[in-house]
């Protein structure tokens, strides 16, 4: 099973703030979309609150302390290693990271694809990508999108561990 970790991060590497999302770039939602389609999601409880609900035509996994906590139509896990594992027994072909910070930085060295989107933000935020060392990926794609009216600027990169 390949483990592939999928962010949005600004110039600083800037994910969020007070458990929210500092744009919004359609383009970008539609990329994670495609990418994620029916495929399993493992995140953290704050990121899950964050969106809401379960998205459809994914399975999510919610990482949690809460030894009772539920959400309907997901599956609650208290470790990286235990949604690894529940992925790998109900056939997952690709297992996706998505956030946040806390549980990008316990995956990061766990994943063989990193999806990032660089968005050309600097500003305040709470929450942050972790570092990683750029000598043990080779960027297999590349994609640069223009700012516009409605939207910042970004690009979109795939990275394979190397």
Same mark, same amino acid.
């Given at each position: 099973?390949?483990?592939?970790?999928?962010?949005?991060? $600004?110039?600083?590497?800037?994910?969020?703030?007070?458990?929210?999302?500092?744009?919004?770039?359609?383009?970008?939602?539609?990329?994670?979309?495609?990418?994620?389609?029916?495929?399993?999601?493992?995140?953290?409880?704050?990121?899950?609150?964050?969106? $809401?609900?379960?998205?459809?035509?994914?399975?999510?996994?919610?990482?949690?302390?809460? +030894?009772?906590? +539920?959400?309907?139509?997901? +599956?609650?896990?208290?470790?990286?290693?235990?949604?690894?594992?529940?992925?790998?027994?109900?056939?997952?072909?690709?297992?996706?990271?998505?956030?946040?910070?806390?549980?990008?930085? +316990?995956?990061?060295?766990?994943?063989?694809?990193?999806?990032?989107?660089?968005?050309?933000?600097?500003?305040?935020?709470?929450?942050?990508?972790?570092?990683?060392?750029?000598?043990?990926?080779?960027?297999?794609?590349?994609?640069?999108?223009?700012?516009?009216?409605?939207?910042?600027?970004?690009?979109?990169?795939?990275?394979?561990?190397?």
């Amino acid at each position: 099973m390949k483990i592939s970790l999928i962010a949005a991060l $600004g110039n600083g590497r800037e994910l969020g703030k007070d458990n929210k999302m500092l744009w919004h770039i359609k383009e970008d939602f539609l990329h994670f979309k495609k990418t994620t389609m029916g495929h399993t999601l493992l995140m953290g409880r704050k990121t899950f609150e964050s969106i $809401g609900r379960p998205l459809p035509g994914r399975k999510t996994y919610i990482l949690t302390r809460d +030894q009772g906590y +539920q959400r309907e139509n997901c +599956q609650t896990i208290h470790s990286i290693n235990e949604g690894i594992e529940l992925a790998r027994e109900a056939g997952e072909e690709e297992l996706f990271i998505a956030g946040g910070a806390d549980v990008y930085k +316990q995956t990061i060295n766990k994943v063989d694809t990193m999806y990032l989107s660089f968005v050309d933000y600097v500003g305040v935020a709470d929450a942050f990508f972790p570092e990683w060392n750029s000598e043990e990926w080779s960027e297999v794609e590349s994609h640069e999108f223009k700012a516009t009216d409605t939207s910042l600027g970004w690009r979109l990169v795939r990275l394979e561990r190397i």
